[in-house]
T-cell receptor, first 116, second 109 residues
Framework: GAGVSQSPSNKVTEKGKDVELRCDPISGHTALYWYRQSLGQGLEFLIYFQGNSAPDKSGLPSDRFSAERTGGSVSTLTIQRTQQEDSAVYLC??????????????FGEGSWLTVV | QKEVEQDPGPLSVPEGAIVSLNCTYSNSAFQYFMWYRQYSRKGPELLMYTYSSGNKEDGRFTAQVDKSSKYISLFIRDSQPSDSATYLCAMHNTDKLIFGTGTRLQVFP
């Protein structure tokens, strides 16, 4: 389809392992966002990419979290040395342009991460 | 204090009822206000978008923004069981959206 694609859809990992979550945005979208949603919580901003600009990493909760976006398209969120509190749904979103405007932000269906 | 406050519910109403969902916020700089709907195990989808103060209507849905009170609302008329979902308010802060915690709505037949 033409929507935001995320993989894996579900991931169970052992505490201390590293995980990589992938996001394939809608073709042509220059802005890409990562959010985290824990049970009963709203969406927590993690990181934002806009074109070739330096990403806004202000939401990353610790240095165990990192993300990159290659070629202005696919993005990978990496969590090192996972902890149980990292268990959440990791949502990726993209929009045609970034910034506070009327453009629509489209979300993927999320990667459900469980750390045991 | 969170930038955006939203009652998590759950809110349970009979089919046909009028539903009122609300958020308050603290940052007077917010200009763009959205409502997202999220079905279980799905990503959020944009339902309504409003710029600055005022009302916007789309079918059974009406979004209201009162910037003087820092209060936004979403009304659903003639609610249907298919409206059962979590509704999240969101506001633009520079380049990112700030979300409320979401209100879980259950419409029973």
């Amino acid at each position: 389809g033409a929507g935001v694609s995320q993989s894996p859809s579900n991931k169970v990992t052992e505490k201390g392992k590293d995980v990589e979550l992938r996001c394939d945005p809608i073709s042509g979208h220059t802005a890409l966002y990562w959010y985290r949603q824990s049970l009963g919580q709203g969406l927590e901003f993690l990181i934002y990419f806009q074109g070739n600009s330096a990403p806004d990493k202000s939401g990353l909760p610790s240095d165990r979290f990192s993300a990159e976006r290659t070629g202005g398209s696919v993005s990978t969120l990496t969590i090192q040395r996972t902890q149980q509190e990292d268990s959440a749904v990791y949502l990726c979103a993209s929009s045609l342009v970034g910034g506070p405007s009327g453009n629509t932000i489209y979300f993927g269906e999320g990667s459900w991460l469980t750390v045991v | 204090q969170k930038e955006v406050e939203q009652d998590p519910g759950p809110l349970s109403v009979p089919e046909g009822a009028i539903v009122s969902l609300n958020c308050t916020y603290s940052n007077s700089a917010f200009q763009y206000f959205m409502w997202y709907r999220q079905y279980s195990r799905k990503g959020p989808e944009l339902l309504m978008y409003t710029y600055s103060s005022g009302n916007k209507e789309d079918g059974r849905f009406t979004a209201q923004v009162d910037k003087s009170s820092k209060y936004i609302s979403l009304f659903i008329r003639d609610s249907q069981p298919s409206d059962s979902a979590t509704y999240l308010c969101a506001m633009h802060n520079t380049d990112k959206l700030i979300f409320g915690t979401g209100t879980r709505l259950q419409v029973f037949p």
